[in-house]
């Protein structure tokens, strides 16, 4: 395009310039055969030319107000361990999500023992964490389904667990009045309540038990045998703190999540034993040694002299035993011969008798 504006301007200034040395007539004819070629070149110059494209108007913008988008402050799951890194080839390393994690590694006692009806024990669950957020006490073993053998509905874990770490939660166990097997199911749930695994456990109440059975015989209740030391406290949860606040207020030794119930009516403090006299001198204490022997044999020869007086009582209640039994026997003796003398008389008269009947 530009090489075509030069070549027109050129030719303009020949017309012009040649019109200023020639007379009108010729004049007119240059000019009308300067048109010409003009009108000529700018023909074949446009048809050496490359096509250009026509350029489209812009379509008029809209007016379109932002609307300001507001991210999430909290995460779904809070970074709250260092992403694992995830070795695909010995050149390739890959950074995985953060996701939560888990798997069962046992119990204690093992499942499908036995038990005889209506007997407590601790299961021990022991779990670990296989994902990369930490576990903590929002993390929960709830129950699921099945039997409700444990008295707990839920149990919050008692300490942070990160990825390959494990934790044992201890569940209160009482086994049913009936023969059978019987089996409950948890669901370890986060803060959110999504679940992270499942587990469930086999009991067999039977004729024989082969667990160690936990002696509550001294506990009203299996809540207040877990609520009463600090430890079981942490494992029962909210139940220790509703037994504690709310339903025994005054309870002493009550724990509710591992702290002593502040409620709680305190324990008097024993009296104050009075301290002993060290300054005492040697003849005070020699005085009063000799008072304690002296009290010792008082005390000793008391003794003797009742012995003795409770072995006279007793011989002479044995020799009154003795003469009044002789004296008894001797009377009976008598007794008796008088008795048969009797009859030998009385037998003696009736033969006389009959002799002195004349026979007829």
Known sequence: ?????????????????SGCINTPENVAQRETDAVATVFSVLTETAAALPPTETPIPASPTADVTATPIILPTILRYPETAPAIP???????????????????VSFNPVTNSS???EKSFNLEIRLRNTGTT???????LVNSGGTALSTNSSV????????????TVTLPIVSPKNHG???????????????????SYNLIVGN???????????????????????NRSIQQGQGCEDYCIRYNPQ???????????PTATPTKPAPAQPTPDYTQTAETNALKTEEANDATQDAFEAAQTAAAEASMQQTQAAQNATSQAAAAQTQAAQDATSQAAAEQTLIAAQQTEEAAVPAE
């Open 251 to 261: 309870k002493l030794n009550c724990y509710y999540r591992g702290t002593l119930n």
């Open 208 to 230: 024989f038990t082969d667990v160690p059975v936990v002696q509550t015989t001294k506990y009203s209740s299996q809540l207040d045998y877990m609520c009463s030391d600090a």
């Open 115 to 117: 038990i005889k009806p």
């Open 181 to 199: 097997t019987y089996t409950q199911s948890w669901n370890l749930v986060d803060s959110y309540n999504a679940v992270v695994m499942s587990l």
């Open 1 to 17: 395009m530009k090489n075509f504006i030069r070549i027109a301007s050129g030719i303009l200034v020949l017309i012009v310039l």
């Open 86 to 104: 995830v070795v695909v080839n010995p050149t390739t390393t890959v950074v995985s999500k953060i996701y939560n994690a888990g798997t069962f």
């Open 156 to 167: 919050a874990l008692s300490a942070n667990v990160a990825y390959g770490g494990e934790i």
């Open 134 to 140: 930490i576990w903590n006490n929002t993390f929960k």
